[in-house]
């Protein structure tokens, strides 16, 4: 199970930058062409599950502010303050929840290989992939950051460079094959791309369409046997204070 969790900080006072409960649940309901969900439910012939859990969006201080430097260090504090949030606000159902999407109503960071600690019925607690991805980030750079959570990496070429298939999500935005979908009313839009290099400078984040995930990529993700991970299994382990020496690693 997918448990989505949307973030304001409260530095931002636009209560309507969140996207609304029929907005998010279109966005990660497969069937609707171009949504996060058809995408993966289509891109993984139906093999990764969209199955998910919407919650209501919390509001809180960026965890960030209050963390040591260092891009490690900022990214584990931001998804394990959202985590320790919503866990106080609106206690989601972690002992179902497989992966956690967090989506930030600001423009906030963009990753989706790190993980977070859940707390769980019983006094355990279990890590799960975390996906965070904010009202700027382009669709096709979404599905990736979701790909990671599935347990999916970038391609490499031979040299081991990564981004290299233009023919992959797990690479997209290598400029080859992106294009800006039409508007539909049911899907969001995200906040206009700043970048004036990007060649979708200006135009709506939501709307940037990037490849499909090539089927050689789930021949050595089923043998990992890390996409399919079940909520029959969690991995659970008891509850310890974190160390300050362990934040987990992101990917881009
Ligand atoms: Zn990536």
């Not at 891109?43 to 990764?48: D, E, G, K, V």
């Not at 960026?62 to 609106?90: C, E, H, M």
């Not at 400078?201 to 050689?216: D, K, S, T, Y």
């Not at 991970?229 to 987990?248: D, I, K, N």
Request: glycine share 8%; charged share 15%.
């Amino acid at each position: 199970m997918i448990s989505v969790i949307r973030v304001r900080f409260d530095t931002n006072n636009d209560a309507n930058s969140v996207w609304s409960d029929e907005l998010v649940r279109n966005w990660m309901q497969p069937l609707i062409p171009y949504s996060l969900g058809d995408f993966w439910w289509s891109s993984s012939w139906a093999i990764f599950s969209v199955e998910h859990t919407l919650y209501d969006p919390i509001v809180m201080t960026d965890p960030r502010l209050s963390a040591p430097p260092g891009n490690a260090a900022q990214r584990g504090a931001l998804v394990q303050g959202a985590i320790d949030a919503a866990t106080k606000l609106i206690a989601p159902d972690w002992d179902n929840t497989d992966i956690v999407l967090l989506w930030f109503a600001q423009p906030t960071d963009m990753f989706g290989g790190g993980t977070g600690t859940l707390p769980l019925r019983g006094g355990v607690t279990k890590q799960v992939n975390v996906t965070v991805v904010d009202i700027a980030s382009p669709f096709d750079a979404t599905c990736q950051e979701l790909g990671h959570s599935f347990g999916l990496q970038h391609e490499l070429d031979v040299n081991g460079t990564d981004y290299a298939s233009p023919y992959s999500v797990m690479s997209a935005r290598n400029g080859s094959v992106e294009f800006l979908r039409p508007a539909d009313s049911r899907l969001p839009d995200g906040a206009a791309i700043k970048d004036p290099s990007d060649p979708f400078f200006n135009r709506p984040p939501q709307r940037v369409i990037g490849p499909a995930l090539p089927a050689a990529q789930l021949y050595g993700n089923r043998g990992s046997g890390t996409a399919r991970r079940s909520s029959m299994s969690p991995r659970t382990t008891r509850t310890t204070p974190p160390s300050s020496g362990s934040m987990p690693s992101t990917t881009e």
